[in-house]
């Protein structure tokens, strides 16, 4: 008799959704569950506390095997992706060396920068690689991508690896328009047919560049980033098919290259919806084989939330892209190195960023299995979301003319220009969070003396044509970063004087809360235990010479302790009262004008604290 098996949950009652409901209704204790619960996303849509079976119920998503159309679950059936480094060195025989050591540390695709693409360059830069175990991708100025490809094909022709070869030249004429506010080149679509046609001997080598990470440096979101790139890709389906190509010719030539911020589960769910509607996308032109309709996805680690002070908080940043990336199944993936904002990376930045990496595949086996999230109720319900958001923005693009049209007009560059400002916005009253810039620094770090990064894009093009209509690509820490260098710059470093009184608890909350808050300008923080009377506390700052004096205590100790203490002090220091107390009109009555909260603008409360003290 076969044995019968019991599974463990069957001895339990099911409990329904809306009993779960219940009981949370019950534990909020009347709080709205929508407000208290449910995340608004940027992306437009809610995301709840908790999903289940029946959330995902219909989706299409969850029906494919990984290697299948429309490979929502990747276009392989492994997840061994390419660990990518970029050589920075410019001169080909010194880049070649570069190259060469990292090959022996584990890199197994490689990106040069090329400023003169002639046969003599790619013959230094491609002497002793074997091109057959090792991914190789170009970047050069949109204008000499034609000679990049002629001179790559016949170095590839005469070494007999036009068929082993893999790799990208990254053909992108919309560059100069996002960098400096050109029009897009009149001949962009005629290049890019004169590109396929040059490569048609080496099957692997893609050369129409859809650079989406460009959106996301710029501050995008990841609904916008998904949308634009579809959109891009789709246009060049579109030009280039109408010029007579076919539509496998195309869509088999095609990389995106695209950015990944720190929105963990948001940003593999991009990914994976970018697969879909790719497919489907250039399922429309009629293809002739399914495999054009698999999108190859290059992953780069975002430099918009790098930042200068506490530098080494980058690396968390970019891990955790890095597996947002490898768990969803990309092709391969760039980390920048966590220097990139005011260095050119060093040996050891450029390690550490080889050897996060290799945590995930060696350490984590992230590499071992292809789309673990598939059937997760939370990451396919943000996959269909994601997927529905970037498609509205698809179908406004393709109504307002196309993608190219949208550049040239600058309506591309405005909307993410917009996200961006919204998101300093958001980083200047801590909706968004830094760790080490607008929240928790650390206090005493000097970073004046560590930038050495130079000016300019280094892509070999010559700058000029409308700034108003050019991607701001100001990182979101930079408003505060301005902010504490000037500090660092000044004759003198401000001080800020915790005085601290009454309520245990309270103020100690507050002398912290102050203390992180005046710390994102840089400034000597001095912090207390506690003291008896304000006269003690006032008398110990003077004796400080402290330029700012913070009052910390209770909302109910505010009314009898801030007006002593102001009068106390009278203007030989500013005084900042730590919260907004009921009865702050009362204090303001008396000539009390600076509080600090939650709700402040740290930034502009920051600037103006700058604009007074510093000398």
Sequence with gaps: MAEKKEKLFEQFPAVTTEEWRAKVDADLKGVPFEKKLVWRTNEGFNVQPMYRAEDIEGFKTTDSLPGEFPYVRGTRDNNDWLTRQEILETEPAKANEVALEVLTKGVNSLGFKVSEPTAETIEALLKGIDLAAVEVNFTCCPGKALQLAEALVEY?????????????????????????????????????????????????????????????????????????????????????????LKPAEVA??????????????????????????????????????????????????????????????????????????????????????????????????????????????????????????????????????????????????????????????????????????????????????????????????MALDKIEKTEGCGCGCAEGGDAAKALNTARQASDFETLRLATEKATNRPKVFMLTIGNLAMRLARAQFSSNFFGCAGYEIIDNIGFNTVEEGVKAAMEKEADIVVLCSSDDEYAAFAPEAHTLIDGRAEFVVAGAPACMEELQAKGITNFIHVRSNVLETLQAFNAKLLK
Excluded at 175 to 184: D, E, L, T, W, Y
Excluded at 294 to 307: E, Y
Excluded at 375 to 390: D, H, N, P
Aim: charged share 20%; aromatic share 10%; net charge negative.
């Design 156 to 244: 590839l022709k005469k070494h007999g690896a036009a068929e082993a070869f893999h790799g990208s030249i990254d053909y992108n004429p919309l560059r100069p328009a996002f960098r400096h506010g050109k029009q897009i080149p009149a001949d962009a679509v005629e290049t890019a047919a004169k590109l396929i046609a040059a490569v048609k001997d080496v099957p692997a080598l893609r050369v129409i560049a859809v650079d989406s990470v460009m959106l996301n440096t710029a501050g995008a979101y990841i609904y916008q980033e998904l949308g634009y790139a579809l959109a891009w890709g789709a246009e060049w389906m579109t030009k280039l098919t109408d010029a007579g």
């Design 252 to 445: 088999c030539r095609i990389k995106f290259n695209m950015g990944v911020s720190s929105n963990y589960f948001m940003e593999l769910a991009k990914f994976r919806a970018a697969r879909m509607l790719w497919a489907q996308i250039v399922e429309q032109y009629k293809s002739e084989c399914d495999c054009a309709c698999k999108m190859v996805c290059h992953a780069a680690t975002s430099l918009f939330n790098q930042s200068i002070y506490d530098a080494h908080v980058n690396l968390l940043r970019s891990q955790t892209e890095a597996m947002s990336a490898a768990l969803a199944g990309v092709d391969s993936i760039t980390v920048v190195p966590f220097d990139t904002p005011y260095k050119t990376p060093d040996a050891f930045s450029e390690r550490i960023a080889r050897n996060q990496q290799f945590l995930l595949k060696e350490e984590s086996h992230l590499d071992k299995v292809v789309d673990p999230a598939g059937g997760s109720y939370y990451v396919e319900t943000l996959t269909v979301s994601i997927a529905k958001e970037a498609w509205k923005l698809f179908l406004d693009v393709e109504e307002k003319g196309g993608f190219f049209a949208m550049v040239d007009n600058g309506e591309v560059q405005a909307a993410v220009n917009a996200s961006n400002q919204k998101r300093h916005a958001d980083m200047a009253r801590r909706k968004e969070i830094l760790l080490g810039t607008n929240q928790f620094p650390n206090f005493n770090e």
